[in-house]
């Protein structure tokens, strides 16, 4: 999270600015979807993505990186190399 927070962050805050620029145009149906997705992915952005996913990973611990039983045909692949 840390190393992508600012980047998705800024993303949903493009995105939240291009569909208010919907909600200018003179088609109500437009201006509806523009305003409610804009709404939306603000309040993904900020919200849920600041306070609540950082909250309830330190409450989940290490119960986060669960794998369900039937993943375990999954191969095991690690990205960190291997302690010499």
């Not at 669960?66 to 993943?71: K, S, V």
Request: charged letters at 15%; a negative charge; glycine letters at 10%.
């Amino acid at each position: 999270i840390r190393t992508t927070g600012r980047l998705i962050t800024g993303a949903g805050l493009i995105m939240v600015a291009v569909f208010w620029a919907f909600a200018a145009v003179d088609i109500v149906g437009l201006q509806q979807m523009g305003f409610g997705l804009g709404v939306a992915i603000l309040i993904d952005a900020t919200i849920v993505r600041i306070v609540l996913v950082p909250a309830a990973m330190k409450l989940l611990g290490d119960s986060n990186w669960y794998l369900p039983p039937f993943l375990n045909w999954l191969p095991d692949l690690r990205v960190e190399a291997e302690p010499v």
